[in-house]
C-alpha cells in the first residue's frame, strides 16, 4: 500500500482535481464506443463487404458467419439443443415440436443431410430472422437449432438444398435490403456459414428473391429461380463455382407478371432447369424446360388456366422423368395434379381434380407440397382450413385416379407453409407450421404412405 500512496497522490492532484478531468472522461467515451460500433457492424454484417460490382454482377457480402452470435432483437427463439414428445396419436408417425417461440416456422424448407436426417431452414416472423434445425435422430426429437441470418427480415422466402457431396445451401430473401441471399454451409450442421449476396433489390420497394427456389447440379454448384419485384419477371441464378461466389444472373420470362409460386428441380438426365410457376397477367400455370444451364434457350409450355390470385406451385420428377406438378385452381376451387409423360408438358399431359373446395373461404389447399415415393406412388400435402387438418392426398394409382385422404395433424390452424421429402428407404418427412401454436413441427412417417 506504501508503494501505491504516491501513485494514488498523482492521480488524485493531477486528474481527478484536474479542470480537463471532464474532457478526459468524454475522450475515453468517444474512443469506447467507436470500437464498440466497428466490432458490432463487422459481426452483424458476417463477413467482409466485397465490391459491389463483379465479373458477374452483383457479389454483395461475403464472408463466413458464425452462427452461435445471437440476435439484437426482442425476439431470438429457441437457439442450441432442443428435445421434443410426440405430438403425433398415429403409431407409424412421429410428430416433434422443434421452435415455438414467437411465431416460427414461416416459409420453413426440408431436406436430408448427409446422416439421412431431416434439416430444415425455416422464418422466424416476429424477430425477422433466419434459423435453421439440424435433427440430430431419425425421428427429430433431438434437433441443434442454429441462428443464421439476423439484425432485418431474412428468410421470409427460403428454400434448403442438399448437394451429393452433403453440401448445404439456402437461398432466402432478405426483406430489409431486397436482395436475394445463398447461405453454404461450413459443416454438416451449418455451424459456421457464408453467406453471399447474388441478387441486390432496392429495398421494400423492390425485392428480388420472392418465391425462390434452389438445387444444386451434379457438380455441386446452386441454381436458383426467383421472381423480381422490380420487374415482375422470373430470373434464373446460376453459380460458377460450388462456394457461390460468382453466378450469372438471368432473366428467363418476360413477358407480363410471371415468376410467382416458382418450383424449380434440375432434369435428372441433363441436369438442366425445369421450373414451373404462375403467369398472373395471362393466369396461368406454366412450365419452362431449359436447353442449357443459362436457360438461353427453352420450351415453355402451359400447364393449366387457373386465375389471377396463385398458390404454391409444387414439382417434382420421378425415375422414368415423368413430370408431377400439383397446384391449386381459384377459378374452379380445386386442388390439381397436372402429369406430364417423358417430361412432355406439351403433348402428353393429363391434368386430375384432386380434392375440391366445397365451402369458401373454409378450405384452403394453395400450401401444397409434392414427392413421389420409392414405390412410385404421388403424395401431396395440403392444409384444410375449414376442419383445420393437416394431411396428405396419397396416389393408388399413377394417374391418381384412386386416392386416399390421410390426416397428419388436426390440433388448431396448421398445415400451412409445409415441405416435404423422402429417403431412399420410403420414409417420409414433412415439416410445416403450426399456427394454433405459433411452431416448427416435423412430421416423420415410418413407411412410404403415412397411414
Request: with cysteine; hydrophobic share 35%.
Amino acid at each position: 500500500m506504501q508503494k501505491l500512496k504516491p501513485f494514488l497522490t498523482f492521480f488524485y492532484n493531477k486528474i481527478l482535481k484536474s479542470q480537463f478531468f471532464i474532457y478526459w472522461v468524454l475522450a475515453i467515451t468517444i474512443v469506447l464506443v467507436i470500437i464498440f460500433t466497428i466490432d458490432v457492424k463487422l459481426l452483424s454484417e458476417g463477413g467482409k463487404l466485397a465490391p459491389s460490382k463483379g465479373e458477374f454482377g452483383d457479389k454483395g457480402i461475403v464472408g463466413e458467419l458464425e452462427s452461435i452470435i445471437t440476435s439484437d432483437n426482442k425476439y431470438q427463439g429457441i437457439e442450441g439443443e432442443v428435445s421434443s414428445e410426440n405430438y403425433s396419436k398415429n403409431k407409424n408417425v412421429f410428430i416433434s415440436e422443434l421452435d415455438n417461440d414467437g411465431l416460427v416456422g414461416y416459409a420453413n424448407s426440408i431436406g436430408l443431410s448427409k446422416e439421412g436426417f431431416p434439416i430444415i431452414s425455416y422464418h422466424h416472423l416476429n424477430a425477422g430472422d433466419l434459423k435453421l434445425a439440424y435433427c440430430e435422430n431419425i425421428d427429430c426429437s433431438s434437433a441443434k437449432i442454429q441462428l443464421l441470418d439476423w439484425a432485418g427480415d431474412f428468410g421470409y422466402f427460403t428454400d434448403i438444398a442438399v448437394g451429393n457431396s452433403g453440401k448445404v445451401y439456402i437461398s432466402y430473401l432478405d426483406r430489409k435490403n431486397g436482395d436475394l441471399r445463398v447461405i453454404r454451409c461450413l459443416d454438416y450442421k451449418c455451424g459456421r456459414a457464408q453467406i453471399n449476396v447474388i441478387d441486390k433489390g432496392t429495398g421494400k420497394a423492390g425485392y428480388v428473391g420472392e418465391y425462390n427456389s434452389i438445387d444444386i447440379t451434379k457438380q455441386g454448384h446452386p441454381v436458383i429461380g426467383y421472381f423480381d419485384n422490380n420487374f415482375n419477371n422470373l430470373k434464373l441464378a446460376i453459380c460458377e463455382d460450388t462456394d457461390c461466389y460468382r453466378s450469372v444472373i438471368k432473366h428467363v420470362d418476360t413477358e407480363g407478371m410471371v415468376g410467382e409460386y416458382l418450383d424449380l428441380t434440375l432434369d435428372n438426365d441433363t441436369d438442366m432447369p425445369i421450373l414451373a410457376y404462375q403467369d398472373r397477367t395471362n393466369m396461368q400455370v406454366k412450365l419452362i424446360r431449359c436447353s442449357d444451364l443459362y436457360c438461353d434457350n427453352y420450351e415453355s409450355s402451359i400447364i393449366d388456366d387457373v386465375a389471377k390470385r396463385g398458390g404454391d406451385i409444387s414439382i417434382f420428377q420421378d425415375t422414368s422423368n415423368t413430370l408431377y406438378i400439383s397446384y391449386y385452381d381459384f377459378n374452379l376451387n380445386y386442388l390439381k395434379l397436372a402429369i406430364c409423360k417423358d417430361s412432355n408438358c406439351n403433348e402428353n399431359k393429363t391434368i386430375i381434380k384432386l380434392i375440391e373446395a366445397k365451402i369458401l373461404p373454409g378450405i384452403f389447399y394453395s400450401w401444397n407440397s409434392l414427392i413421389v415415393n420409392n414405390s412410385g406412388n404421388v403424395l401431396i400435402s395440403f392444409y384444410d382450413m375449414n376442419t383445420k387438418n393437416f394431411g396428405i392426398v396419397y396416389c393408388d394409382d399413377e394417374v391418381c385416379e384412386d386416392k386416399e385422404i390421410i390426416n397428419i395433424d388436426k390440433i388448431g390452424n396448421i398445415g400451412t407453409y409445409a415441405s416435404m421429402i423422402s429417403d431412399s428407404s420410403g420414409r417420409i418427412f414433412i415439416s410445416y407450421y403450426d399456427s394454433s401454436r405459433g411452431s416448427l413441427k416435423v412430421a416423420q412417417c415410418e413407411n412410404n404412405k403415412c397411414n
